[in-house]
């Protein structure tokens, strides 16, 4: 099956949920082949095989989406490390891994657009950054993607810049946003508003990512179901975030004198059935372009397609403690061991 006789994203998205898996940069660096702070991919060319494997992992555990590690791939990220000569090498090549998996298994190959970190609505950064999405985008159409993903903005402004050039290649558009601790856009918008505001200027898809976890992403997921008519998106972080701290970035571990954000989340992450819960409660709103964002592990990519009725390859290793020796319940199994676990 080529990628052009595959079903599109809003042919799958009519037909039922559609799973996809981010969280690249966390997983590379939890792996160690990617450098926390800046967080820029150069992954991609000094170990691509890496980039590749996960892609190939994501889409083992149930992702139907195979997203091209452009994500803070662009023209400022480069600048900061140094490496802006290598900026189109690594659009290109991120593109080419993901475009090989895709063709191998089927999944639908995305482009990816992201926050560059320049946009102010007090200055003339809007030329600035619709040219680095312009440039993105542009790459990306030339590999085939099946669609463009650009996300985790926190000002809805910069949302409608990297749309706009979306629609300009014709490809269907899922826009996403990112909520800090205020539960507003950076540009005083709720997100039910600025998503609405998405909608009307074109995107196919739109809804939320990254940031927050599931527990304090799913009510504003709740209200921008209820804002707009288009397909809403809806990817957390895998951590138990809070009313209190509704963020990752604002989360604090009592036993650890620092700020866990980014690489001391350990103690927040959630477990699998957490994210098949957040699955199954946000598609009982009608929510189907599903996901998991930063910190995503593809046990959490299973749980999740789980939850959406599907059985990806990695189901079949999917847990059945009734085998284990001292916890299950085969009748098989040593009776004197079943016994001792009341001690394990």
Not at 215 to 244: E, G, K, N, S
Not at 276 to 289: K, N, P, Q, S, T
Request: hydrophobic share 40%; proline share 6%.
């Amino acid at each position: 099956m080529t990628l052009q006789e595959k079903p599109g994203l809003l042919a799958r998205l009519d037909d039922g949920p559609v799973i996809c898996a981010e969280g690249y940069l966390f997983e590379c660096e939890r792996r160690g082949y990617l450098q926390a702070g800046a967080f820029v991919p150069e992954v991609v060319l000094d170990h691509p095989e890496v980039v590749t494997g996960l892609h190939r992992e994501f889409v083992h555990a149930g992702s139907d989406v195979v997203e091209a590690f452009t994500y803070y791939g662009h023209r400022e990220k480069m600048r900061l490390i140094g490496k802006e000569h290598l900026l189109e090498e690594l659009n290109r090549r991120a593109l080419e891994l993901a475009r090989e998996v895709a063709e191998e298994s089927g999944a639908l190959f995305a482009g990816d657009l992201s926050n560059t970190n320049l946009f102010s609505p007090d200055d003339d950064s809007r030329r600035t950054v619709r040219a680095m999405f312009e440039e993105q985008a542009g790459w990306a159409v030339e590999c085939g993607v099946d669609f463009i993903i650009a996300e985790t903005f926190s000002f809805a402004e910069e949302a409608l810049i990297a749309l706009d050039v979306v629609r300009e290649t014709g490809l269907p558009a899922v826009v996403t946003l990112a909520l800090h601790q205020e539960p507003l856009t950076r540009d005083g918008l709720s997100p039910a508003e600025a998503c609405k505001r998405l909608e009307d200027a074109g995107a196919d898809v739109v809804g939320l990512n990254c940031i927050r976890g599931p527990r304090t992403m799913l009510p504003h997921v709740a209200a921008v179901r209820a804002a707009v008519t288009c397909h809403v998106a809806a990817l957390p972080v895998p951590y138990r975030t809070t009313i209190a701290q509704p963020t990752m970035q604002s989360l604090r571990d009592p036993d650890f004198d620092g700020r866990p954000f980014p690489t001391a989340l350990d103690p927040f992450t959630c477990n699998r059935y957490e994210l098949a819960d957040f699955g199954a409660a946000a598609l009982e709103l009608g929510v189907r372009y599903l996901g998991v964002c930063c910190g995503a592990g593809p046990h959490h990519i299973r749980a999740l397609a789980e939850a959406a009725g599907r059985t990806p390859a990695a189901s079949t290793y999917t847990a059945d403690m009734s085998k284990h020796a001292f916890l299950g319940t085969d009748p098989s199994l040593r009776p004197e061991n079943q016994g001792y676990a009341e001690k394990l």
